[in-house]
T-cell receptor, first 114, second 113 residues
């Protein structure tokens, strides 16, 4: 079965620190990749997505992610985090032929200290 | 505003009972997917409805069923509730069967006691 792994369950950073959250998926075929964010008490929001083309994808709020096909990875990065980035981050994958069903990782809770 | 409306926001049911959750998709969206998010976990796909038909189903028992109405809104029904059904149930809408990112609702928190 396809799976998505997020290696960091909880990350704590100080403001202005750089962020990288890992995401690996298990499927070797064509995939679409997503990062969603869930701020406290709010709904899941799309941060960025990758379908094809340039493997470096830029999203909202200064986030970016790099798709490395050979490593089955789609890591999320931000050069300088803010307190308002405190949230839970989910990596998700949809696989060719899956009728756009999303498979999510277990999430990474990011806490940014002021 | 998520654009996707779910009701109710919270619900407490007794084991063995049945529950119905409701979802109105974002304007312009005609496809509805349901996800279950247990505490500390990522959302898990339950099923997807398009053109009033179930198009895809995840690894959930038949106790979980759904429906989509002509106005694209949807219901999720769970029969014979178990304690393990306690979770946040999320509805996500999209346009057609395209895969360009879903819009999620804020969810219904179901507690089974």
């Amino acid at each position: 079965a396809q799976s998505v792994s997020q290696h960091n369950h909880h990350v704590i950073l100080s403001e202005a620190a750089s962020l990288e959250l890992g995401c690996n998926y298990s499927y070797g075929g064509t995939v679409n990749l997503f990062w969603y964010v869930q701020y406290p008490g709010q709904h899941l929001q799309l941060l960025l997505k990758y379908f094809s083309g340039d493997p470096l994808v830029k999203g909202i709020k200064g986030f970016e992610a790099e798709f490395i096909k050979s490593k089955f990875s789609f890591n999320l990065r931000k050069p300088s985090v803010q307190w308002s980035d405190t949230a839970e981050y989910f990596c998700a994958v949809s696989y060719s032929g899956s009728a756009r069903q999303l498979t999510f990782g277990s999430g990474t809770q990011l806490t940014v200290l002021p | 505003d998520a654009g996707v409306t779910q009701s109710p926001t919270h619900l407490i049911k007794t084991r063995g009972q049945q529950v119905t959750l409701r979802c109105s998709p974002k304007s312009g969206h005609d496809t509805v997917s349901w996800y279950q998010q247990a505490l500390g976990q990522g959302p898990q796909f339950i099923f997807q409805y398009y053109e009033e038909e179930e198009r895809q189903r995840g690894n959930f028992p038949d106790r979980f069923s759904g429906h989509q109405f002509p106005n694209y809104s949807s219901e999720l029904n769970v029969n014979a509730l178990l304690l393990g059904d306690s979770a946040l149930y999320l509805c996500a809408s999209s346009r057609g069967l395209r895969d360009d990112g879903y819009t999620f609702g804020s969810g219904t928190r179901l507690t089974v006691v």
